[in-house]
DNA sequence: TTAGTTCGGGTTTTT
DNA sequence: CCCGAACTAA
């Protein structure tokens, strides 16, 4: 077990004391998951039998990562064997076992967010409520969050404080809608995300057999992100490590970034309580990034005031300082990126995948990926609406998850009439309305009691055949393997065809995307993983698998590309050279974590995570003005920036008269002209926001200020109206030019220039203090 | 019933 | 800007 010695001696002790409860605070870069990893080959090599042991991690990708891992290290491929996985499908594969002790069909559908979203929405409609006040969105968190608590309708209806919450609300009727939605998932044999969670607690509250099974089962329970579990995952981990106390917990308070879906950092300190004699392992050497990194970064997440005490250091070198800089726009900040890493890339010989390109919300993504692809730069964006919920890989899988659970009212008014086949909105609502009536579910109104359905006999045919077709491919389900039946289904709905004849690029695009799921689904089916037990895998087994797929999961062939995603999305991950886009207020922070301290603190740990992605350059870049909601907005940069210790970061000089000078920070001014880009350490940047800090209101006072900044400095420059194609004007940096094209209204006026030293240049009026010349 | 259009409204992060 | 709902015409 030479592997162990290239580990520290406090990750060796977390690695090799694997009996008792422990838990594990891992600095970022400190090399958690390599402790993991052996911890459970060491385990193994011990003598365990990796069917015992239970690892639940955040994605399936790390899931599969790590037992590619344990595998090489301990030279077998026993490592498959073990139980390894995200919470949710974990448990699902259980409640699939187990589920008919809980009323649930062993097909049961998991309803996505969007299929839950679409039931809540029928239930408003249906109930006759106002969905302006019962916004989907609104009461789905607000069920989301009390499922993640294990509160059930009725403790909803006996929980005051809930109660008279939504009543100040103007929201008396949540409670009914709750009820009737587990309702309605029941009787469609479905369930939501959070279900998965709460349906497993409910089975192994009600059947101690059941419980006992598993805790027998799982001798040696590991637990990596603790910091970010809910309520409901912390007590199934209690529960199941109840008998053996054989509990590893991973996690650092630092980097939790889940609390909006209910994660709850107290269970790290509840550790404490439910095991008193715990070992605890403190991970505080950082291994991945240069001493200006990790500098910077612990400087930023001291401004928290509820976390646990860290001392994270590093031996690295002290490396790059942080740059910080200043775009015009949100298209201007995404040239600047790309031509940064197009340099880059040539100075130091560098591959496209040491570059990862981080920001807050996956909108911003757009204006990086044009920039990237003028520049040829091969990108792969992860996350944002991942393939799997794509409209016609949806459309197909709906119809597959029917023909395993035709009672699934989701998938079943998504399909019954795509392709057409004549069967419309009121048809449905017809049996929608007789099915809450008799209490039956759409399927079954369609089958046993299509006569009492008040429609017309042609539509009763055309009912007919669809249950027709449907009980064909549920026939086949047992018989069938998964790929012949799926390409089955596809061929014979039509909707292969109907995609077939769509030509258009979108079109061909969506056609394209069936014939790679139908691949996957070929390729699972020729996979054999241990939970099949030998056994072909069935069209439902699929569902399964896909249903709690992450679009991190996803492979590439060609992995060699920059990473576009979310913060979020880069948990868990390193890269060499990391930007931080979009640090701008209300953006990042974003705007809705403004009210709350613990929400800005978990913005603060958000900028935590990103900056410690980063392994040897970190460049934060803002735009002063961005697109949202369609029109141009102000910006200002985050306050993220100015807490990040001086030492440690260059900030670009602001020059309060000159607003318009911020051009020496666009990426054509920096590009080739080496010191085009002249940053101080920025006392202008801090004065201004010191100014900031008295308007302690809202964007809006900020903005306007900014706004009405800017005629007041326009004496000698362009102002709408004054410049005509043709005009001859002269720019500060780029020297004399051509007004080549003009667009845009005023004051957002846009100029297309012509420079003979740097060519053409699309400049906004307002900032560009151009001079007209003739 | 369908297809095509307009209109209004909403946008954090994700299993 | 992008989506879905509502409306309109065939």
């Known amino acids: 077990m030479d592997y162990l010695e290239s580990l520290n001696s406090a990750q060796k002790e977390a690695a090799v004391n694997t009996e008792g409860p422990s838990m594990v605070i891992a600095g970022a870069g400190s090399g958690k998951t390599r402790v993991l990893t052996y911890r459970i080959a060491y385990l193994i090599q011990k003598g365990v039998d990796p069917f015992r042991i239970l690892a639940l991690t955040f994605t399936n990708k790390a899931a599969r990562e790590m037992k590619e891992r344990i595998s090489n290290i301990i030279g077998s491929s026993e490592a498959r064997n073990i139980w390894m996985g995200t919470f949710h499908s974990i448990f699902a594969r259980i409640l699939r076992m187990e589920a008919e002790k809980i009323h649930y069909p062993s097909n049961f559908s998991i309803y996505d967010t969007q299929d839950s979203r679409n039931l809540l929405k029928s239930i408003v409609k249906e109930m006759g409520l106002d969905d302006k006040l019962y916004k989907p969105a609104f009461v789905q968190n607000r069920i989301s969050a009390a499922k993640n608590n294990l509160i059930s309708p009725k403790a909803y209806r006996e929980h005051a404080e809930i109660m008279s919450d939504d009543e100040v609300g103007g929201r008396p009727k949540l409670v009914e809608i709750y009820y009737e939605y587990n309702k309605r998932l029941f009787k469609a044999g479905a369930m939501d995300f959070d279900d998965l969670l709460y349906k497993t607690n409910v089975l192994l509250r009600d059947f101690p057999e059941v419980l006992h099974k598993y805790q027998h089962k799982f001798r040696y329970l590991l637990v990596d992100e603790y910091q970010d579990t809910n309520f409901s995952q912390y007590l199934i981990v209690k529960k199941l490590a109840a008998l053996n106390e054989n509990l590893c917990v991973v996690g650092d308070d630092a980097q939790s970034i889940y609390g909006f879906r209910g994660a709850n950092i107290q269970n790290i300190l509840n550790f404490?309580?439910?095991?008193?004699?715990?070992?605890?392992?403190?991970?505080?050497?950082?291994?991945?990034?240069?001493?200006?990194?990790?500098?910077?970064?612990?400087?930023?997440?001291?401004?928290?005031?509820?976390?646990?005490?860290?001392?994270?250091?590093?031996?690295?070198?002290?490396?790059?300082?942080?740059?910080?800089?200043?775009?015009?726009?949100?298209?201007?900040?995404?040239?600047?990126?790309?031509?940064?890493?197009?340099?880059?890339?040539?100075?130091?010989?560098?591959d496209n995948k040491s570059f990862s390109i981080l920001y807050r919300t996956n909108s911003q993504s757009r204006s990086m990926e044009e920039a990237l692809r003028k520049l040829n730069i091969p990108y792969r964006i992860y996350g944002g609406l991942s393939f799997y919920q794509r409209k016609e890989i949806k459309d197909l899988l709906a119809y597959y998850r029917l023909t395993a659970n035709p009672n699934d009212e989701e998938s079943l008014k998504r399909v019954i009439n795509y392709p057409a086949r004549g069967i419309g909105k009121t048809t449905l609502e017809k049996i929608t309305i007789k099915a809450n009536e008799l209490d039956r579910s759409m399927w079954e109104m369609m089958t046993t009691y299509r006569d009492q359905l008040d429609v017309n006999s042609g539509t009763k045919t055309k009912l007919a055949n669809f249950v027709t077709m449907m009980k064909s491919f549920s026939a086949q389900l047992q018989s069938e393997e998964a790929a012949a039946l799926a390409e089955h289904i596809a061929k014979s709905t039509g909707l292969l065809r109907e995609l077939y004849a769509d030509k258009t690029p979108e079109g061909l695009s969506r056609f394209e995307n069936i014939q790679e799921l139908l691949n996957g689904i070929k390729e699972f089916t020729e996979s054999n993983r241990p939970e099949f037990d030998g056994r072909k895998p069935t069209l439902s087994d699929f569902l399964l698998d896909v249903a709690l797929l992450t679009d991190a999961d996803q492979n590439d062939d060609d992995d060699n590309k920059v990473s576009l995603m979310t913060i979020h999305a880069s948990k868990g991950l390193?890269?060499?050279?990391?930007?931080?886009?979009?640090?701008?207020?209300?953006?990042?922070?974003?705007?809705?974590?403004?009210?709350?301290?613990?929400?800005?603190?978990?913005?603060?740990?958000?900028?935590?995570?990103?900056?410690?992605?980063?392994?040897?350059?970190?460049?934060?870049?803002?735009a002063m003005s961005r697109y949202r909601y369609g029109s141009l907005n102000y910006c200002e940069?985050?306050?993220?920036?100015?807490?990040?210790?001086?030492?440690?970061?260059?900030?670009p000089e602001v020059e309060e008269r000159r607003p318009a000078s911020s051009f020496d920070d666009t990426?054509?001014?920096?590009?080739?002209?080496?010191?085009?880009?002249?940053?101080?350490?920025?006392s202008n940047f801090k004065r201004k926001s010191a100014s900031r800090k008295?308007?302690?209101?809202?964007?809006?006072?900020?903005?306007?200020?900014?706004?009405?900044?800017?005629?007041?400095?326009?004496?000698?420059?362009?102002?709408?109206?004054?410049?005509?194609?043709?005009?001859k004007v002269s720019h500060a940096k780029f020297g004399m030019g051509k007004v080549v094209n003009l667009e845009g209204e005023s004051p957002n006026e846009k100029a297309t220039v012509f420079f003979p030293s740097v060519g053409q240049k699309q400049l906004l009026l307002k900032f560009a203090k151009l001079e007209i010349v003739e």
């Not at 054509?668 to 940053?679: C, D, E």
């Open 667 to 682: 990426p054509w001014g920096g590009l080739g002209s080496g010191g085009g880009n002249s940053y101080s350490r920025g």
């Open 637 to 651: 940069p985050s306050r993220f920036i100015e807490e990040i210790d001086t030492k440690y970061v260059d900030l």
């Open 694 to 727: 008295e308007t302690s209101g809202g964007a809006v006072p900020r903005n306007l200020k900014r706004v009405s900044q800017v005629p007041t400095t326009s004496r000698k420059t362009i102002v709408s109206g004054s410049v005509v194609v043709g005009t």
């Open 272 to 350: 404490k309580k439910d095991y008193p004699d715990y070992n605890l392992y403190k991970l505080e050497q950082n291994y991945r990034s240069s001493k200006n990194i990790v500098g910077a970064a612990n400087s930023v997440i001291e401004k928290n005031r509820d976390r646990i005490k860290k001392d994270v250091w590093t031996s690295n070198d002290e490396g790059e300082i942080i740059r910080v800089v200043r775009n015009l726009s949100d298209n201007e900040e995404g040239l600047f990126v790309a031509n940064d890493i197009f340099q880059e890339k040539n100075n130091a010989q560098l």
């Open 574 to 622: 390193e890269f060499p050279y990391v930007y931080i886009v979009g640090l701008e207020e209300n953006l990042f922070p974003s705007q809705l974590s403004l009210n709350e301290r613990s929400e800005l603190e978990e913005e603060r740990r958000l900028f935590y995570v990103a900056l410690t992605r980063a392994e040897k350059k970190v460049t934060l870049t803002y």
